[in-house]
């Protein structure tokens, strides 16, 4: 018999795909990759030559693929299914390990993560800290949802898609006009094809639209991993830069965190009775939530590792990565001496500043020479046009520091920030 394998559902644009390959690797099973890529261009994916092709957006279709590949390789079995970043792969790999009799999340657990509108009401019927919430659709007048705003909670408040993530279409607005302005963007960027295939069911999720009451104060994450429904926190991180809107890209992500003991605690007590409201009880969780007066918030629980590179920056134990971690743990291997490295460590995801084509990117050696800074990644090249929040989905590129202290980190990433250089220029109109 040969060796075992593990499943990797990977889309094509996934940050972080060879980082769990070479996990794996190192435990000394072999992968199958499940993407979405397009095999034409087989050449540009760093994808293993046995990968399977698959449309996420199909995941009954997808769940055939893997499973004829399982029986074509009935001497290789399958041991365990994992996803590399994003909530469709997510979905697809669950099925995937339903499928195979293997452990894995809730169907209907993992649906939830996805659709904002669904763990919203899960958390409200567990009595779980959130904001408060309504739902409209595109059909609606805007008149109409800011009445109905007005009744519920007030301006200001935040809109956002009811199935996209990353941040993608999430708008704070503070009176009719912003609400008049921010939904027609959002009317805008739903009529893309490829978000509307997001629509499962057929219940017109793709076309609905939260509302939600804006909550001030500092935002923080929690990366952990559910063990047989047990929530094994791996990492607070503090966003030192305040997210206030009207749009709300990520930057500085830094570990491990200032904010007192308890008040961390109580973060990982709310992310663990999320995570129990919304039926999650097997593998990564990564976890957004607000600071208020009366304690952490949850705005968003994702069944998922952390996105993009950010992964770089942890290490635990003797050194194992976070994607080593989590493929010891889908082997259900003992994921004992999870204690971070003891220096601090960060990432800064570098914002799109404006829309147009990327001409030149410079500074990025005195960025990599700024002291606590262990490099600096650049994920789009030169041509390509950049697209910001909230239509855009991707950031410039990635720079990771450690040092002594979180305060030093965070000085050390804003000086790489402050050296590079972006020079973008307007998209020519089209005639």
């Known amino acids: 018999m040969r060796r075992s394998r593990v499943l990797l559902v990977a889309p094509a644009t996934s940050y972080n795909a060879s980082a ?83 452990p894995h999340n809730a169907i209907a657990a993992v649906e939830a993560a996805r659709d904002k509108r669904r763990m919203r009401e899960l958390l409200l019927a567990a009595g779980v800290a959130q904001p408060r919430f309504a739902a409209t659709d595109l059909d609606e007048p805007a008149a109409a949802v800011a009445a109905r705003i007005r009744g519920a909670f007030g301006f200001p408040c935040v809109i956002k898609p009811r199935l996209l993530s990353a941040s993608r279409g999430v708008m704070r607005v503070d009176d009719d006009a912003s609400l008049d302005r921010g939904l027609e963007r959002l009317r805008a960027l739903l009529r893309d094809p490829a978000y509307l295939e997001m629509d499962l069911h057929g219940d017109g999720s793709s076309r609905s639209i939260l509302i939600e009451e804006f909550i001030p104060g500092v935002e923080v994450a929690l990366e952990g991993v559910l063990d047989r429904g047990v929530l094994r926190t791996l990492a607070v991180f503090d966003k030192p830069d305040p997210l206030d809107g009207p749009f709300f890209e990520e930057t500085l ?21 999320a995570a129990r409201a919304m039926g999650l009880g097997h593998g990564p969780v990564h976890a957004e939530l607000r600071i208020a007066p009366g304690g952490p918030v949850v705005i968003e629980v994702a069944a998922r590792s952390i996105g993009g590179l950010c992964s770089r920056m942890l290490r635990f134990g003797t050194g194992l990565s976070l994607e080593e971690v989590l493929v010891r743990h889908a082997l259900g291997r003992e994921i004992t001496g999870l204690e971070r490295e ?46 910001p929040l909230p239509e855009g989905a991707s950031y410039l590129g990635f720079v990771f520091a450690h040092g002594e202290t979180p305060a030093a980190v965070e000085a050390s990433l804003r000086a790489a920030h402050a050296a590079l250089r972006f020079t973008i220029v307007p998209m020519l109109p089209v005639r």
């Open 342 to 387: 003891h220096t601090a460590a960060g990432a800064m995801m570098l914002p799109i500043p404006r829309a147009g084509v990327l001409k030149a990117i410079d500074g990025v050696d005195e960025a990599r020479a700024v002291a606590g800074v262990d490099d600096v990644v650049i994920t789009q090249t030169l041509e390509r046009e950049l697209v």
């Open 20 to 102: 769990f390959i070479e996990a794996a690797a190192r435990l000394d099973v072999d992968v199958v990759v499940a993407s979405d890529r397009c095999h034409k261009l087989d050449d540009v994916y760093a994808f293993p030559d046995s990968s399977l092709v698959i449309d996420l957006a199909e995941p009954a279709a997808a769940i055939d693929v893997i499973l004829e590949d399982a029986r074509r390789h009935a001497d290789a079995p399958i041991v365990a299914a994992i996803s590399a970043g994003g909530e469709s792969a997510a979905l697809v790999s669950t099925m995937a390990a339903r499928a195979l009799g293997l």
């Open 253 to 273: 992500y830094i570990t491990p965190s200032r904010l007192a003991p308890a008040l961390q605690r109580a973060i990982e007590d709310t992310t663990a009775a």
